[in-house]
């Protein structure tokens, strides 16, 4: 996790909403990236799609097996629903994030996968904070 | 839709899941796509969100405001997540998803987003029910 957050941090260097995510098989980083919604121009770059489609093309197949993401904030329902089609087989969150997170939302993910929240939550937590603090 | 159809086509022929998706402003095609999880070894690379962010490349930001997608099978939560965050004006789809449609799985379009059912249904709908029967 401590990885994913310094892709947070890279991400709040940028003015990106900062969060940060890494995918690990077996002890080994096969992905790691942050958000770049505002880089992009697009929606669709959150930390874990990116982290989603890195490790998928890492691993050659598209199925996350035996894989865990490692992620600053809690995913919205589109990483959720990416992450169910992927069949990651973990996930470990740091922050929740009640308004738009996919437990608020009503999204699930797939019933191999196990999760875990509040991991470095209030670094993650306070990052995001400061971001948006910043902002106004 | 018509284009969007074509788009599953071209799917269906390459061995793709066939969806098709088309994103039109001022009744002007700005992005047209189809299903390439198998070719690109990438469970997000659905038709909807290649559609995304193609539509926001060519509008040079990441809202699709005055957009419609036209879409041959109503969107998982994944692609509902991502026309979420876009704040599409309008979506229409063909073939409705009782199983992993964002509907049964509980995820939400933004409260901006207009959308309708069931235009060109069945045509959709045999292309993927052909699909699945030549795959078993």
Known sequence: MQKAFQEAED???K???PVGAVV???NR???RSHNLTELLNDVTA???MQAITAAANFLGGK???NCTLYVTLEPCQMC???LYWSQITKIVCGASDEKRGFRAMGSQLHPKTEIIFGIMEQEC???MTTFFKNKR
């Open 11 to 13: 991400a709040f260097d």
């Open 24 to 26: 690990v098989i077996n």
């Open 80 to 82: 959720a629903g990416a």
């Open 63 to 65: 199925y996350l097996k």
């Open 46 to 48: 959150h930390a874990e």
């Open 29 to 31: 980083i096969i992905a």
């Open 15 to 17: 003015g990106e909403i």
């Open 125 to 127: 937590s306070n990052l």
